[in-house]
């Protein structure tokens, strides 16, 4: 189990690189774009960055809570509360990331008509679904090792 979780430790870091490339190359070229073409607009590049790079920060929130549930797995105290809590975060915190590329969807729309250029819309799209995915996912997860955990704590008291 321990060479599953350094891998899985070496891939988290390796998202926390890939995001900050991102937030450093990927979108000031895009926010550059985006200004050229909204420019009566500048409000809505500025909307569009902050809510990109909240999600960033966001983002990094729930490398970090994933980080930690494999040290507990690394630990052996998966079963625990302390990891339902983490997983709660990670369903909040993929929520919130979500949420703000929901509001940002206007915003992607208007880029998409003036750019002619469909396809930006469902990029913003992609960017709001995958976090409404791993949300799902962790509350999943969440409710089954709480369920777990109720178990154990049910065959400790009969035993």
């Given at each position: 189990?321990?060479?599953?979780?350094?891998?899985?430790?070496?891939?988290?870091?390796?998202?926390?690189?890939?995001?900050?490339?991102?937030?450093?190359?990927?979108?000031?070229?895009?926010?550059?774009?985006?200004?050229?073409?909204?420019?009566?607009?500048?409000?809505?590049?500025?909307?569009?960055?902050?809510?990109?790079?909240?999600?960033?920060?966001?983002?990094?929130?729930?490398?970090?809570?994933?980080?930690?549930?494999?040290?507990?797995?690394?630990?052996?105290?998966?079963?625990?509360?302390?990891?339902?809590?983490?997983?709660?975060?990670?369903?909040?915190?993929?929520?919130?990331?979500?949420?703000?590329?929901?509001?940002?969807?206007?915003i992607?729309?208007?880029?998409?008509?003036?750019?002619?250029?469909?396809?930006?819309?469902?990029?913003?799209?992609?960017?709001?679904?995958?976090?409404?995915?791993?949300?799902?996912?962790?509350?999943?997860?969440?409710?089954?090792?709480?369920?777990?955990?109720?178990?154990?704590?049910?065959n400790?008291?009969?035993?």
């Open positions: 189990m321990k060479g599953e979780t350094t891998f899985l430790k070496i891939v988290i870091f390796l998202m926390g690189l890939i995001m900050l490339g991102f937030c450093i190359v990927i979108v000031p070229h895009y926010l550059i774009g985006a200004n050229n073409v909204m420019s009566n607009w500048p409000i809505l590049t500025d909307l569009l960055g902050a809510g990109m790079y909240l999600a960033a920060i966001v983002f990094y929130l729930v490398l970090y809570q994933g980080y930690r549930l494999l040290k507990m797995i690394d630990h052996k105290s998966a079963f625990s509360n302390v990891a339902v809590q983490a997983l709660r975060w990670i369903k909040i915190e993929a929520y919130t990331i979500c949420g703000l590329m929901i509001l940002e969807l206007p992607f729309y208007i880029f998409a008509d003036r750019d002619d250029s469909p396809g930006m819309l469902l990029v913003g799209i992609v960017f709001a679904g995958a976090p409404l995915v791993i949300a799902i996912f962790a509350s999943v997860l969440q409710k089954l090792l709480h369920q777990a955990i109720e178990i154990k704590a049910e400790d008291l009969t035993i």
